[in-house]
Structures are given as C-alpha cells and as structure tokens.
C-alpha cells in the first residue's frame, strides 16, 4: 500500500491550495481515505474524508466549507481543495487510508492512527 501526498506549498492568506494523494498497491474503492494535518506543537487532526464510495464525507469544523475532499476513482487519487486559507492552516498535511471496508469514524479520534499513510506535505500559509 502506497500514498504519495503533494501539492503543499507557501501561500497568501485568503488563497488556495489543492492538495493531492495518489495511491497504489490496494483496491482503492474499499478503503476510505482522507487528510489528516499537525501543526507545529499541535496533536495531529483529521481534517476531511471520504467514503469508499464517495457518498459521505467528513469536515472538521475547523474546515469546514474552505475545503473540499473528491475522489478519483479512473486515477485511484484523492484531492482537497483548499480556499480561503488562514495562517492557522500552516500544517504538515497527510493523506491517510482505511481499510478494507474502513469508514470514516477514526476522522473524528484525537491521535487517530489510520491504516496506511503517506508522507506529509508542508502547507505554509503566510498572514
């Protein structure tokens, strides 16, 4: 199982980023995946993600309708679309899989330790 997060980079408050997570090694539509991000002295947090098909999503509060999470299905990647991003989105964010037949539940847990993860990807957001 292999996720590869990229898409992390330095941007102004108040723009965007879109973040993505290829996949390989599994059968992508029976796990589900998502975002997770820790900031500098934070505990990390899951952010955002999505069911194995798609059909429900999860937002922390804290992200909720600045992001938005979409699958790949032909292309086994998830994307999140950052916008109106605030200093306090400065994170190592990283792409994270459940599975198989995971949900989204352990989205919501402090310190959740998911299946499978990739690298994280830095996001810088200045102010």
């Known amino acids: 199982v292999q996720l590869q997060a990229s898409g992390g980079g330095l941007v102004q408050a108040g723009g965007s980023l879109r973040l993505s997570c290829a996949t390989s090694?599994?059968?992508?539509?029976?796990?589900?995946i998502g975002w997770f991000r820790q900031a500098p002295g934070k505990e990390r947090e899951g952010i955002s993600c999505?069911?194995?098909?798609?059909?429900?999503?999860y937002y922390a509060d804290s992200v909720k309708g600045r992001f938005t999470i979409s699958r790949d299905k032909a292309k086994s990647a998830v994307h999140l679309q950052m916008n109106s991003l605030k200093p306090d989105d400065t994170a190592v964010y990283f792409c994270?899989?459940?599975?198989?037949?995971?949900?989204?539940?352990?989205?919501?847990?402090?310190?959740?330790?998911?299946?499978?993860w990739g690298q994280g990807t830095l996001v810088t957001v200045s102010s």
């Open positions: 994270a899989a459940d599975g198989p037949y995971g949900g989204c539940g352990g989205w919501r847990i402090k310190r959740y330790d998911a299946d499978h």
């Open positions: 999505m069911s194995r098909d798609g059909g429900k999503t």
């Open positions: 090694g599994f059968t992508f539509d029976d796990y589900a």
